[in-house]
């Protein structure tokens, strides 16, 4: 199958992440055509018309959030944009940022302009110096250009972009802990409500989006809502940038239409490799897996709910056979009880716990009731008890092993080791 | 007798004018003197403290949070390996343990200053697994050979610049001759 580029349409244009090429391949038209042409209004309406939705994992339509913000508000209002990709198995943001970043400074600009907005902020994760080089470098094309300033193109709108780094912090992807990072604390969820549309940064109304929702939202403006609504379904349209990688001959990020089915973005991935497919995880890590003969799911909100998963950051991870499950959950536990902030207990007692016994049962000694145990504390730990989502996260992987892979963990418990003996115990 | 020179305060508040309100550049201003400084040390935790008009333990708690902020000086090159879930797929154990063979334990500097190595979580090159980089500059496909020739290249005075230039060269894991590769081929 063919990808449909839309939002990497850009991707191989030589420097396209430069003013001239950007300019030249249709870039900042839409800005022009927002400011000179429609109303703040008429921007939130064809974006709300679009269908499209947040790429960041939640799915929240994207023009319904910029709609929430409140019109009476005396208070300044920001646009942030989440460039803190850290979900283990997604690299499409980073790319987005590094072969793109006028465009998002485009869609940026155009979402201040619809919620009346003058201060924007890119959140780009510590680790991404390219991306963050690339970003500064058109940040300040940008200025130079008027495409951000003072009256930008000439009208009476004004507007500013900062460009922000995280410092190494996964769950500063969590959009109230990156509001929380960005006014210079530790970087620990809030509770909601308030949500950051009615009190997010500063306490003021703040739009959190993602990297690709925004600029996809550019193209919405330029081109129309029934444009967007040619690719994808009725409740999720438009198209979708999936990372795939694992087990996979060719990984990389492929543009696909929404509801595309995982077997077409692993034949884009150049097949599964030699060694076979046992599990996948469809939105990074920290959706539940899936078993191998799976991959029939379609790559949209509704489809992966269908299928017992869930979207998330679309970003497929193919666990071959030779793969022991219990070690690659291992592995992904310490990583999220090594990331949990420690606000809440049940995340921070329940990453640590769960960690703890998948050590046991992959290293040979656990009891006969750890298997039990485990599902008992995931299931603890999960349900929404926590401000932020990460310990669903954590709990994902694990809850998904035990139901598809149950007699995996049983075979470690029943020999006192590991059966896959080809695999080391990693340190 | 100061760390944080009078230009980099200069700086400092430079950059706190771009925020609304100054506290939000506290991240920045940190990256900024852990590159000049190579590291947060007490006198920076201290100083950047009365540029903020905080507490010291109040920016200590915001350095603690973050794991790009190191407390202790690590080498002139810092290599970082991913060992989250795509990386692992595809031989980050066996690119671990050879870094651990070639410079022993991790978060620890050689004793001419030279090298650090730690692990890191997905480092969002999962298509360049196993992904590593080299002071935040990417390094595709680290399998265990090229971890070790990456050493010895920058032991033996090579600039990095040239070293990541040759190690980004290799377009596939496979053409980088991996482990995880040569498993598959049934090896």
């Given at each position: 199958?063919?990808?449909?580029?839309?939002?990497?349409?850009?991707?191989?244009?030589?420097?396209?992440?430069?003013?001239?090429?950007?300019?030249?391949?249709?870039?900042?038209?839409?800005?022009?055509?927002?400011?000179?042409?429609?109303?703040?209004?008429d921007v939130i309406d064809v974006v709300e018309a679009s269908g499209l939705r947040g790429r960041g994992?939640?799915?929240?339509?994207?023009?319904?959030?910029?709609?929430?913000?409140?019109?009476?508000?005396?208070?300044?209002?920001?646009?942030?944009?989440?460039?803190?990709?850290?979900?283990?198995?997604?690299?499409?943001?980073?790319?987005?940022?590094?072969?793109?970043?006028?465009?998002?400074?485009?869609?940026?600009?155009?979402?201040?302009?619809?919620?009346?907005?003058?201060?924007?902020?890119?959140?780009?994760?510590?680790?991404?110096?390219?991306?963050?080089?690339?970003?500064?470098?058109?940040?300040?094309?940008?200025?130079?250009?008027?495409?951000?300033?003072?009256?930008?193109?000439?009208?009476?709108?004004?507007?500013?972009?900062?460009?922000?780094?995280?410092?190494?912090?996964?769950?500063?992807?969590?959009?109230?802990?990156?509001?929380?990072?960005?006014?210079?604390?530790?970087?620990?969820?809030?509770?909601?409500?308030?949500?950051?549309?009615?009190?997010?940064?500063?306490?003021?109304?703040?739009?959190?989006?993602?990297?690709?929702?925004?600029?996809?939202?550019?193209?919405?403006?330029?081109?129309?809502?029934?444009?967007?609504?040619?690719?994808?379904?009725?409740?999720?349209?438009?198209?979708?940038?999936?990372?795939?990688?694992?087990?996979?001959?060719?990984?990389?990020?492929?543009?696909?239409?929404?509801?595309?089915?995982?077997?077409?973005?692993?034949?884009?991935?150049?097949?599964?490799?030699?060694?076979?497919?046992?599990?996948?995880?469809?939105?990074?890590?920290?959706?539940?897996?899936?078993?191998?003969?799976?991959?029939?799911?379609?790559?949209?909100?509704?489809?992966?709910?269908?299928?017992?998963?869930?979207?998330?950051?679309?970003?497929?991870?193919?666990?071959?056979?030779?793969?022991?499950?219990?070690?690659?959950?291992?592995r992904g536990s310490k990583f999220y009880s090594h990331e949990s902030c420690g606000k809440c207990t049940?995340?921070?007692?329940?990453?640590?716990?769960?960690?703890?016994?998948?050590?046991?049962?992959?290293?040979?000694?656990?009891?006969?009731?750890?298997?039990?145990?485990?599902?008992?504390?995931?299931?603890?730990?999960?349900?929404?008890?926590?401000?932020?989502?990460?310990?669903?996260?954590?709990?994902?992987?694990?809850?998904?092993?035990?139901?598809?892979?149950?007699?995996?963990?049983?075979?470690?418990?029943?020999?006192?080791?590991?059966?896959?003996?080809?695999?080391?115990?990693?340190? | 007798?100061?760390?944080?020179?009078?230009?980099?305060?200069?700086?400092?508040?430079?950059?706190?004018?771009?925020?609304?309100?100054?506290?939000?550049?506290?991240?920045?201003?940190?990256?900024?003197?852990?590159?000049?400084?190579?590291?947060?040390?007490?006198?920076?935790?201290?100083?950047?403290?009365?540029?903020?008009?905080?507490?010291?333990?109040?920016?200590?708690?915001?350095?603690?949070?973050?794991?790009?902020?190191?407390?202790?000086?690590?080498?002139?090159?810092?290599?970082?390996?991913?060992?989250?879930?795509?990386?692992?797929?595809?031989?980050?154990?066996?690119?671990?343990?050879?870094?651990?063979?070639?410079?022993?334990?991790?978060?620890?500097?050689?004793?001419?200053?030279?090298?650090?190595?730690?692990?890191?979580?997905?480092?969002?090159?999962?298509?360049?697994?196993?992904?590593?980089?080299?002071?935040?500059?990417?390094?595709?496909?680290?399998?265990?050979?090229?971890?070790?020739?990456?050493?010895?290249?920058?032991?033996?005075?090579?600039?990095?610049?040239?070293?990541?230039?040759?190690?980004?060269?290799?377009?596939?894991?496979?053409?980088?001759?991996?482990?995880?590769?040569?498993?598959?081929?049934?090896?």
């Open positions: 199958m063919e990808q449909t580029l839309v939002v990497l349409k850009r991707r191989g244009l030589e420097n396209g992440w430069t003013l001239g090429p950007f300019v030249e391949t249709g870039g900042y038209q839409a800005l022009r055509k927002a400011l000179t042409e429609m109303s703040p209004q994992g939640a799915g929240m339509g994207t023009g319904l959030k910029w709609k929430l913000i409140p019109k009476d508000s005396p208070k300044a209002r920001y646009v942030v944009c989440n460039g803190d990709e850290g979900e283990p198995g997604a690299f499409h943001d980073r790319e987005l940022m590094e072969t793109d970043p006028h465009a998002l400074i485009e869609g940026m600009v155009i979402c201040a302009y619809a919620i009346g907005a003058k201060h924007c902020f890119i959140y780009c994760r510590g680790e991404f110096i390219h991306a963050h080089n690339r970003l500064r470098d058109a940040i300040r094309e940008a200025y130079d250009n008027n495409y951000l300033g003072e009256k930008i193109l000439g009208t009476d709108f004004s507007c500013d972009l900062v460009l922000h780094r995280g410092a190494g912090a996964y769950i500063c992807g969590e959009e109230t802990a990156l509001l929380e990072s960005l006014e210079g604390f530790r970087g620990m969820p809030r509770p909601r409500p308030p949500f950051p549309v009615t009190e997010g940064l500063y306490a003021s109304p703040t739009v959190v989006n993602n990297v690709q929702s925004l600029q996809a939202a550019g193209q919405v403006v330029l081109n129309g809502a029934e444009w967007y609504r040619q690719w994808g379904t009725e409740r999720s349209p438009g198209t979708l940038v999936c990372s795939v990688s694992g087990a996979v001959n060719n990984p990389g990020n492929f543009e696909v239409p929404l509801a595309t089915p995982v077997s077409d973005l692993l034949e884009l991935a150049g097949g599964v490799d030699d060694r076979g497919i046992k599990a996948f995880a469809p939105g990074g890590w920290s959706t539940p897996m899936l078993p191998g003969d799976r991959t029939d799911a379609t790559m949209d909100y509704e489809g992966m709910v269908a299928a017992g998963s869930v979207l998330g950051a679309s970003s497929i991870i193919v666990v071959p056979q030779d793969m022991c499950i219990v070690r690659a959950v291992w049940p995340c921070r007692e329940g990453t640590y716990w769960v960690e703890q016994i998948l050590e046991r049962i992959e290293t040979g000694r656990a009891d006969a009731n750890d298997v039990d145990r485990l599902r008992r504390v995931n299931e603890g730990m999960s349900g929404f008890k926590s401000l932020c989502a990460l310990a669903e996260f954590a709990a994902g992987p694990v809850g998904s092993s035990l139901v598809h892979f149950r007699d995996e963990y049983d075979e470690h418990v029943r020999l006192g080791a590991c059966p896959f003996e080809s695999q080391k115990v990693p340190a | 007798m100061t760390v944080l020179n009078d230009a980099f305060r200069a700086n400092a508040r430079e950059v706190m004018a771009r925020y609304p309100q100054p506290r939000s550049a506290l991240l920045m201003v940190l990256h900024a003197a852990q590159e000049e400084l190579g590291y947060v040390s007490d006198d920076v935790v201290r100083e950047v403290a009365e540029i903020f008009d905080l507490k010291a333990a109040d920016v200590e708690g915001v350095v603690t949070f973050y794991t790009m902020y190191k407390h202790k000086h690590p080498g002139k090159f810092l290599i970082s390996v991913c060992r989250n879930l795509s990386c692992m797929i595809n031989g980050a154990d066996e690119t671990i343990a050879a870094m651990q063979e070639t410079l022993g334990d991790p978060n620890q500097t050689t004793d001419d200053g030279l090298c650090s190595w730690e692990t890191v979580e997905c480092l969002a090159t999962c298509h360049w697994a196993v992904a590593a980089q080299v002071n935040y500059l990417d390094v595709p496909y680290l399998t265990p050979d090229r971890a070790k020739k990456l050493v010895d290249d920058l032991r033996a005075g090579r600039t990095l610049d040239e070293v990541l230039t040759e190690l980004r060269a290799a377009k596939s894991l496979q053409e980088a001759g991996s482990a995880a590769a040569q498993r598959s081929g049934g090896v």
